[in-house]
């Protein structure tokens, strides 16, 4: 066990790392048309969809942050920000219990409609359903680990988590070790996160990329209601 979390948590992450972030840009540079979320909603639009489609992109938005804020905060922080790691552990309890709960049904709805729906599956490439399962599948595992936490409210287990990430992204050795007692629970929560960055450039989701950030401060357009010229008749100018 020790060699395959050596080889998934230690070696596998720079790994989907880097064909997450160097897959993102050869796509970019040959596959500019593919650089869409191919929108289904001109073929179905229900406001059920609507109440699928923020609840799971709201949800997962607030994961990813929260994840990252949370994973790689420094534990020198906590008491500047006035948190322990008991509080910190009950604080991602709490929000990711229920912005995940938000995700899945959404998920639920988007993955219903995205294979039932006669047109929407037909316009529908493998790798869309393929990543809305892997991330249906996540959100899963993610919900599941919150029992598991809730039975050591002490926090060590989030510390481990924590430490294993820093280490990760600071490229220290020995990031693996901090994961060796943890429940399995934990660790395909994490297998399947790494997962979805290395599915990243071949999907979908590299339109998270395109974030319109200048749509805030877009200018006005400015739009004019045509009015009948009173010169101009049925058959022309008069």
Sequence with gaps: MHTVDFVLYQIYPYIAGSIFLFGSLVR?????????????????????????????????IFLFFGHLIGMLMPHALYPYVGLTPHSKQLL???SGGLAGSAAIVGATILLYRR???RLVRAQSLRGDIFILILLYVQLVFG???????????????????????????????GASEFLAGLSWVFKV??????????????????????????????????????????????????
């Design 28 to 60: 970019y540079d040959m596959s500019q048309y593919t650089w869409k979320t191919n929108s289904s909603q001109l073929l179905h639009n229900t406001v059920v969809f609507q109440i699928g489609s923020y609840l799971f992109h709201l949800g997962v």
């Design 92 to 94: 991602a309890m709490i």
């Design 115 to 117: 294979l039932f729906h």
């Design 143 to 173: 919900l599941s680990t919150i029992p598991i936490s809730a039975q050591h409210l002490d926090g060590s287990e989030m510390l481990l988590l924590a430490d294993w990430a820093q280490h990760i992204v600071t490229f220290q050795p």
């Design 189 to 238: 929560h994490l297998f399947l996160g790494l997962t979805v960055f290395l599915a990243f450039p071949f999907t979908r989701l590299v339109h998270i990329w395109s974030v319109p950030y200048r749509y805030v401060a877009r200018r006005y357009q400015v739009v004019r209601r045509n009015r009948p010229r009173d010169d101009v008749g049925p058959l022309g100018r008069t």
